[in-house]
């Protein structure tokens, strides 16, 4: 049977996951290991606490482990897709307060959008943006980011006509 | 880093320290140990190549990572970075060099600026960029 994205999009379009609380606080550790990965020698990063902008999402993850509760990685993998490759396409973020060690972080994740529009990796590839809303822990937006992921098959699944869904 | 950068103080077209990273395979263990992406497309190579890529690359959270280093290194202590977004035109391959680079778009009273940035490889933009900071006025 054919991919039904519309189906699909009745389905998923508007899920948001209930808000979770990252699995640790901001940390100093984490923070040295993001700058260090990029040569950032920012003191206000590694010596007074502040964390990076970028990494609020992080500290709102319960990842790494298990990897099946990354991020979005839960609720991409949920919808119905033809393959289950990803590649993570483009992301806006918006911030509203600055934060620092010893913040608690959380996040919800809702599915915003779907559409199936084929590409150079699938011509059945999916498009999914979601958008995650981001707390502290007096339940003040920390931050706000959109992402777009493209779901797709692998070229050996490609050829042989499989779908998984 | 800037010290105590303000908006009167900026000009429209002027250009952002950038700076230059080699993706060695070094890297890209740190960039997997400083992300906690370990999605395989970013560290297993016969994964990223079974996925129709070419070999493994780096991943959203590293480059960000870049976008948002430029910016903090540039706009100092007092200011605070209110928005990123970017594209992911092509994955920055594992043995490639990216440069990243940035200048001011425009400067909106009393205390906004809007930056164009990007990621460059082997010549080609491969992650243009937009950010808006805010700083103090004078």
Redesign the interface.
């Known amino acids: 049977m054919a991919y039904d994205v519309k189906a699909v999009k009745r389905q998923w379009e508007g899920y948001e996951t209930p808000r979770q609380w990252g699995r640790y606080p901001v940390e100093h550790e984490p923070i040295h290991r993001h700058c260090h990965m990029l040569e950032d020698e920012n003191p206000r990063f590694l010596e007074e606490g502040h964390c990076p902008p970028v990494m609020v999402d992080y500290f709102a993850s319960l990842g790494p482990y298990p990897p099946a509760d990354y991020d979005i990685f839960p609720v991409i993998r949920a919808i119905p897709t033809p393959g289950d490759r990803l590649i993570n396409l483009n992301q806006e973020f918006e911030w509203f307060r600055p934060v620092k060690v010893g913040d608690r972080l959380g996040a919800s994740h809702k599915v915003v959008a779907i559409h199936q529009r084929g590409t150079r990796l699938d011509p059945l590839s999916v498009w999914i943006r979601t958008e995650t809303s981001i707390v502290n822990q007096r339940d003040e937006l920390v931050a706000r980011r959109t992402n777009q992921i493209l779901v797709h098959r692998t070229p050996e699944e490609i050829a042989a006509g499989t779908s998984r869904a | 880093?800037t010290a105590g950068l303000c908006w009167s103080q900026v000009r429209a077209g002027e250009e952002l320290k950038g700076?230059s990273?080699e993706l060695t395979m070094t890297?890209m263990v740190?960039?997997v140990?400083?992300?906690?992406?370990?999605?395989p497309?970013h560290h297993d190579p016969e994964f990223a190549r079974?996925?129709?890529h070419r070999d493994i690359f780096a991943?959203?959270?590293?480059l960000?990572?870049?976008?948002?280093?430029i910016v903090?290194?540039w706009m100092g202590?007092d200011g605070?970075?209110?928005?990123?977004?970017?594209?992911?035109r092509r994955?920055n391959f594992l043995g490639e060099t990216i440069a990243v680079r940035g200048r001011v778009r425009k400067t909106i009273a009393p205390d906004r600026v809007d930056l164009e940035l990007w990621i460059e490889n082997g010549g080609e933009v491969t992650v243009p960029a937009t950010a808006t900071v805010i700083l103090p006025a004078s």
């Open positions: 880093m700076f990273l890297r740190a960039q140990s400083g992300t906690q992406d370990f999605y497309v079974q996925g129709g991943n959203t959270a590293f960000r990572g870049c976008l948002c280093r903090t290194d202590a605070f970075l209110r928005a990123l977004s970017f594209q992911m994955p």
